[in-house]
């Protein structure tokens, strides 16, 4: 059981999502409907008591439903996003989807200060269960308050169900029977209703190469040496790729990489074959000894920061390019897309 904690709260932290209209907690009933979706749980949940609703006005949104005990809180969305036929658990491309964008607001997008990602997990539900959210766990300060939050994304009954878990730092120590609580009660409403089990697609491959179909046909064979090597970079290195799938995004070193396999295959070519402008001009720069600035300045990404490595001479590019680059496109023939999703690993053994 979750403590009682005599000492009140000065802030309810669950309160994430503004906009909508509260209703207060039915009686006569000891469930909650997770309307629109037919799922129920008890009002209490250990200490947390059921406190009412919100509805928003986006119907992609739907509703929330709230649990508040000293110094704690829960809240609970039930939507589907407009999404049809969702299947069940967290690791579809729509619920992973979810899953960062509801990371991406606490980390960047709500009032909290000193955000730290503690760790994410794919949680079972109930211990050994088959049924599993997608877990991360947040420190941040808020209003003066320094609090834990658990965000945890599943789908069930053709609805993403999102859980906001709030509590003071303090009493961190009952994090792990609020989780058992919480999330058994979770799956016993599950449980309640037919599972919606999507007849399984193919499997897709890890990554796929996409040529740009306005590219030079002439240049397609360097620009497949380059996806090569993006694309080996990210089976080494999952940890890389777009949790959720997507264009995969080199890091600096690896574009830099990228560019000099394709460089090779331009250079491989007889003399009267080599009939591309942007490698010929590629190569040059390469010659003269700044490929890695040219990546740098052409095609920076924000991921690589804004300090440039301290090895790159950028003052003597600055005069190369003004000299030889004067209007200059870079190009980029190729891109490697991420069709598998990063599952999470599972919790650690105690």
């Known amino acids: 059981m979750i403590r009682r904690i005599a000492k009140p709260a000065a802030v309810l932290l669950g309160i994430l999502m503004a906009g909508g209209v509260a209703h207060g907690a039915p009686l006569g009933d ?3 409907k997770l309307a629109p979706s037919l799922l129920k749980l008890p009002q209490n949940i250990g200490p947390l008591r059921y406190a009412g609703e919100n509805r928003y006005s986006d119907r992609r949104m739907v509703r929330s439903f709230g649990y508040n005990a000293s110094g704690i809180s829960l809240n609970i969305f039930v939507y589907d996003y407009g999404i049809r036929n969702l299947p069940d658990g967290p690791d579809s491309t729509a619920a992973c989807e979810q899953y960062q964008s509801a990371k991406d607001e606490i980390e960047h997008g709500g009032n909290y200060d000193n955000v730290v990602l503690r760790g994410e997990v794919s949680r079972p539900l109930r211990p050994g269960g088959p049924l599993t959210a997608r877990e991360a766990i947040y420190h941040f300060e808020r209003n ?26 303090e009493i961190g120590d009952e994090l792990d029977d609020a989780r058992e609580q919480i999330l058994g009660s979770l799956a016993e409403a599950i449980d309640g209703r037919p599972r919606r089990v999507m007849p399984a697609a193919p499997a897709p491959a890890e990554a796929s190469i996409e040529m740009n179909a306005s590219g030079d046909p002439a240049d397609s064979s360097m620009w497949l040496a380059y996806a090569v090597e993006l694309t080996k970079y990210a089976r080494e290195h999952p940890e890389s790729t777009p949790p959720c799938g997507g264009v995969f995004e080199p890091p600096y070193q ?30 040059k720069v390469e010659t003269e000894g700044f490929l890695d600035e040219y990546v740098w300045t052409y095609l920076h990404r924000d991921a690589w920061g804004n300090a440039p490595p301290h090895e790159l001479s950028m003052g003597a590019f600055t005069e190369f390019s003004a000299r030889e680059l004067a209007a200059h496109t870079a190009q980029s023939g190729a891109h490697v897309r991420i069709t598998a999703i990063r599952v999470l690993p599972p919790p650690p053994a105690h």
């Open 144 to 169: 003066g308050l320094s609090a834990l939050s658990v965000l945890w994304i599943t789908a069930a009954d053709g609805f993403f169900i999102k859980l906001r878990l709030s509590m003071r730092t």
């Open 30 to 32: 000891n469930t909650v």
């Open 254 to 283: 690896v574009e830099v990489d990228a560019r000099l396999a394709a460089l090779r295959e331009y250079r491989a070519r007889p003399a009267n074959g080599r009939r591309s402008g942007y490698f010929a001009l590629l190569s």
